[in-house]
């Protein structure tokens, strides 16, 4: 199982960005999809989360400028950000709560590699 992301890069404070992550491999099924984030010298830290069902969870310093959502049918979820501010600079991971074809009793949590935004002031 792998998890892509993709859509990071460099932008002016009040700008945009839409991160995107695909899983691929043996999936059977994927429950929770999220981001998390991690500046320099920062613990990584909860952006936002997405359930198999839609139900949305948002970071308090994110709310009302992300907007996360997911297209199951690609097993790929999507961070809309909007009204960037250079305090959101980080390295973006993907994360996703999956069971695979393997061994479908059990939920395992994977990560993606992390896309750089860097918002500029």
């Known amino acids: 199982v792998q998890l892509q992301a993709s859509g990071g890069g460099l932008v002016q404070a009040g700008g945009s960005l839409r991160l995107s992550c695909a899983a691929s491999?043996?999936?059977?099924?994927?429950?929770?999809m999220g981001w998390y984030r991690q500046a320099p010298g920062k613990q990584r830290e909860l952006v936002a989360l997405?359930?198999?069902?839609?139900?949305?969870d948002y970071a308090d310093s994110v709310k009302g400028r992300f907007t996360i959502s997911r297209d199951n049918a690609k097993n790929t979820v999507y961070l809309q950000m909007n009204s960037l501010k250079p305090e959101d600079t980080a390295v973006y991971i993907c994360n996703a709560a999956l069971n695979t074809a393997l061994n479908t009793r059990v939920f395992v949590a994977y990560w993606g590699q992390g896309t750089l935004v860097t918002v500029s002031s």
């Open positions: 997405i359930t198999n069902g839609g139900s949305t």
């Open positions: 491999g043996s999936i059977f099924s994927i429950n929770r």
